[in-house]
Every structure is written in C-alpha cells, then in structure tokens.
C-alpha cells in the first residue's frame, strides 16, 4: 500500500501514485510511523505518530 506504483493507460501522463508512499518517507525521516486499519464496507483509518 505505501508503494509506488504507476497507472495504465487511462491515466494522465504525469500520474504516479506517490501519495502514499511520499507521505510514509515523510513521517520516516521525522522519527514517526504511518499505519493503516482497513475494513471492507466500514471505512478506512490512516494513523501517523511521531517519537520525540
């Protein structure tokens, strides 16, 4: 999931998929971590903490 991917062909050209990959580079290199809880018709939730 906090992988870059890359689109088909029904994507814009300078589509990428880093949302989430960039977002987890970020919270690593601030001391913190990013965690996702997924359940399939009640909704997702993103946690992200950071350590002192």
Do not use: C, H, P, W
């Amino acid at each position: 999931m906090f992988q870059r991917f890359y689109n088909g062909n029904s994507a814009r050209e300078d589509s990428m998929g880093i949302g989430l990959a960039l977002a987890k580079e970020i919270v690593e290199k601030q001391a913190g971590y990013i965690s996702v809880d997924s359940e399939a018709g009640k909704g997702t939730v993103f946690a992200m903490r950071f350590v002192k």
